[in-house]
């Protein structure tokens, strides 16, 4: 059973950090193109961020570009995105997603249950 859990959310001033964590089990972690979404209050939900298996390639939304940085580390079946500077508009419940695109058959697609971050003074 695949299993994807968020950690690392919670309550920050404007300007702070965080950093998330996305611990995958039940999958061949290192398969997986990974990537956080958001989903603010009455907003759909948006890509942040992307990562692919070997780490050899990112991909931002325009809004955290030079903000937010995702990494993985394989040995661990873990993602991560460190979040610096953050803004009032980062406030969201922010999603782990694994993917895998199988021939000829649907594609491979896990949640997490989500973890909140909140940004306010």
């Known amino acids: 059973q695949v299993q994807l859990v968020e950690s690392g959310g919670g309550l920050v001033q404007p300007g702070e950090s965080l950093r998330l964590s996305c611990s995958a089990s039940?999958?061949?972690?290192?398969?997986?193109?990974m990537r956080w979404y958001r989903q603010a209050t009455e907003k759909p939900r948006e890509l942040v961020a992307a990562?692919?298996?070997?780490?050899?390639?990112?991909t931002y939304a325009d809004s955290v570009k030079g903000r937010f940085i995702i990494s993985r580390d394989n040995a661990k079946n873990t993602m991560y995105l460190q979040m610096n500077s953050l803004k009032p508009e980062d406030t969201a419940v922010y999603y782990c997603?694994?993917?895998?695109?199988?021939?000829?058959?649907?594609?491979?697609?896990?949640w997490g249950q989500g973890t909140q971050v909140t940004v306010s003074s």
């Open positions: 997603n694994a993917l895998m695109y199988v021939q000829n058959k649907p594609p491979e697609d896990y």
């Open positions: 039940g999958l061949t972690f290192s398969r997986y193109v």
């Open positions: 990562i692919s298996g070997g780490s050899t390639s990112t």
